[in-house]
């Protein structure tokens, strides 16, 4: 048997591919146009959101920041908290806390240890230890380090000569952490060499007439209200106990530093913000030049004017003034032509320290730029915003084009199945009529 040349499958296959291709592209371009705008809601609402975080962080943090200047930090650093009072402040360190140092003097690390029991005593809690468990002085320290009972008190070896020294510190600073030993009940700490006394920090503060400002850490949490400082070093004194040279001056006031950064961040979000809706719906990233193909879905909400009237409003916010006829080009920002925002921080930082409590009315009062940036962002950024409510839709015409190509592939696998089954037919019939031609030779 010959049959014909024909393959029912393969010629199946072709029909089937030509007749679904019309919708195959039609579906394909639908979906594709849909992801792209979907992707696109979702990236401007991405800068949405960030824009208004930028808002948030000087509203909350960036006018309540404090910053120090102090004359020299390699006596102390400090740290100022929300809290702490503006103003100058003059301090004298008079000395550091220390931890308490004692050393024991033994022959040899063999001993022989005191007989009976040792007690080592921190701030009125106790350990002691019976002597005649312990063997030599590596046990001794061994025991005094690992106990559960340890008051606060490190154990270590030091050789020295001949000798060796049971050298016991205290973990941590301060007068009320002096260490102390007793021997059999006996108090023999004055016995002992002491090589560190346990010592408060002391801190005068002011030039006349000090506050003595005490601590038995070197670092001073809110022994001035707000303030934090870490000591590093005392100041000199001279053989009658003066101080040489001048006191520490620290200088409290508004982080204009922060304030100009969380500024500029407010700037920068701003100018991305429109930069991304400009590249969605102009089809070029604002002030950029036609043909600008940075982004790929190139103007894809090209017809969205809600997008185009949000830049709109947002760049009429801009021009705005604030109760106190306050603008954003009278401290410094400028708007430029193509609507994005500029910094002359030289001009915002002087604004600041002539007229801060009206720079950040501008910004945070109530009515204020926030304020009606953060109304003008509502209707799209809500939970059934204009880009909630965009999003879905998107999200649903992508569901429906993907409803409609599986009923397309369903629809082509029976036309298909139809055309099979017809070239089988035809085939057969060509077979039926050679066998039936054959006869006849």
């Known amino acids: 048997m010959i049959g014909s040349s024909i393959n029912p499958a393969d010629m199946a296959y072709m029909l089937v591919q030509a007749e679904r291709a019309p919708k195959d592209q039609l579906y394909s371009i639908q979906k594709a146009q849909y992801e792209a705008q979907l ?110 009972l340890n008051p606060g008190v490190q154990a270590s070896l030091v050789q020295s000569g001949d000798k060796v020294h049971l050298v016991l510190t205290g973990a941590e600073t301060g007068e009320g952490n002096a260490i102390s030993v007793s021997h059999n009940g006996t108090d023999i700490t004055g016995t002992l060499n002491e090589m560190a006394k346990a010592q408060d920090a002391i801190v005068l503060m002011g030039e006349t007439n000090p506050i003595e400002i005490r601590s038995a850490s070197n670092t001073l949490d809110n022994a001035i209200s707000g303030l934090t400082i870490e000591l590093k070093q005392a100041h000199q004194t001279d053989a009658s106990g003066n101080f040489i040279g001048g006191p520490l001056r620290v200088s409290v006031g508004q982080d204009n530093e922060a304030i100009t950064e969380s500024v500029q961040s407010f700037i920068d979000e701003y100018n991305a913000l429109i930069d991304e809706i400009g590249k969605y719906t102009f089809g070029k990233t604002v002030g950029g030049e036609e043909g600008d193909d940075s982004a790929d879905d190139v103007g894809v909400l090209s017809g969205d004017g809600a997008l185009r009237s949000l830049s709109q409003r947002l760049r009429s916010e801009l021009y705005a003034e604030s109760a106190d006829g306050l603008r954003l080009s009278d401290i410094g920002i400028e708007v430029t032509r193509d609507g994005k925002l500029e910094l002359d921080s030289s001009k915002f930082e002087d604004a600041l320290a002539t007229q801060g409590d009206k720079v950040q009315n501008l910004f945070s009062e109530d009515g204020g730029l926030f304020d009606r940036i953060d109304s003008a962002l509502a209707i799209y950024t809500d939970k059934d915003g204009y880009l909630k409510n965009r999003q879905d839709s998107m999200e649903a015409n992508i569901r429906r084009v993907d409803d409609r190509m599986e009923q397309h592939d369903m629809r082509m696998e029976q036309v298909y199945n139809r055309y099979l089954a017809q070239f089988v037919r035809v085939e057969q019939l060509t077979l039926q009529m050679q066998q039936s031609s054959s006869l006849f030779y």
């Not at 909350?60 to 503006?86: H, L, P, Q, R, W």
């Not at 550091?96 to 140092?101: I, N, P, T, V, Y």
């Open 39 to 148: 992707a696109a809601y979702k990236a401007i609402e991405t800068k949405l959101n960030s824009f208004s975080d930028s808002m948030s962080s000087i509203t909350d943090d960036a006018f309540s920041k404090k910053g120090v200047t102090v004359s020299n930090e390699d006596i102390a650093n400090i740290t100022a908290g929300a809290d702490a009072a503006t103003g100058d402040y003059a301090f004298y360190v008079k000395q550091l806390a220390s931890a308490h140092q004692l050393s024991w003097e033994f022959d040899s690390v063999d001993g022989p240890l005191p007989a009976g029991e040792i007690s080592l005593s921190v701030g009125g809690e106790t350990m002691t230890l019976n002597m005649a468990d312990y063997t030599d002085l590596n046990e001794l320290r061994d025991a005094i380090n690992n106990s559960d």
